[in-house]
């Protein structure tokens, strides 16, 4: 124990007895170049917009595609087969996306040939670009929202908002996305229960029996878990589940 404090002591007095150099900061200067000419600025707005759609990427991804109702109704899978975290969250987000890349591959041929193309070869504005691509996006979720008949969601918050809309074609870009992602989450949910039962009428049969014969302290979902996964493999459940979303876009 000495020696380790004599050693201790030595370190600390060579160290303070020799002063350390400073570490050189970067300097950060911000300049306006008053002969900068209108397209520099253009183009700098222009870097300045497409980071932030870069930003806002997923968040977008989101709302104007069919990621909600798919990772929805996987969750919903997964819950109602009881496996927690199987298949954990990292593979259902990838699924989902390869899901949505496969869906919204017909929407996004149409804004690279309608509204991309066009741009990158200086025949359209950026404005007409996001013009033309939002009337595409629209033109989606539209007919979403008639093929689920789920038009009276942009009724309903459109009389909350106050706004006169009598055509689902005349709301707003803000007010048309709201109602797509409220639809997407209620057909995420109609789907949902339609797989949950058959995995509740599991569970209650598993436990009537185990009553029945007085095994009160086994609980039900450790002996109903491997046969609902047993049904689920046998029903081609994946499968099953997989192609019906893709149906349920194919209107």
Known sequence: MKK?????????????????????LPGISIQVNPNQSPRDLV??????LVLTVLTLAPSILMLFTSFTRIIIVFSFVRNALGTRQVPPNQVLIGLAL????????????????SALQPYM???????????????????????ELVNHHNEDNVFVLSRALNQNVDRVEDASDSLLTSAFILGEIEIG????????????IIDM?????LLSLGMIMIPPVLVSLP?????FVLANG???VIVSLVKSFAG
């Open 238 to 240: 994946w499968e099953s």
């Open 205 to 209: 049969v598993v436990a009537s029996i």
């Open 43 to 48: 183009a700098t707005l222009e870097i300045l």
């Open 189 to 200: 949910f109609k789907m949902g229960i339609l797989i949950y039962i058959p995995f509740i």
């Open 121 to 143: 070869d200086g025949k359209i504005t950026y404005q007409e670009f996001f013009s033309r691509t939002m009337g595409i996006v629209r033109t989606f979720m539209i007919k």
């Open 98 to 113: 390869i899901l949505t890349f496969f869906i919204m591959q017909p929407v996004w041929n149409d804004i690279n040939n």
């Open 4 to 24: 380790f404090l004599t050693i201790f002591f030595l370190i600390l007095l060579f160290t303070s007895s020799f002063p350390q150099d400073e570490v050189p």
């Open 227 to 231: 046969f609902k996964i047993l049904v």
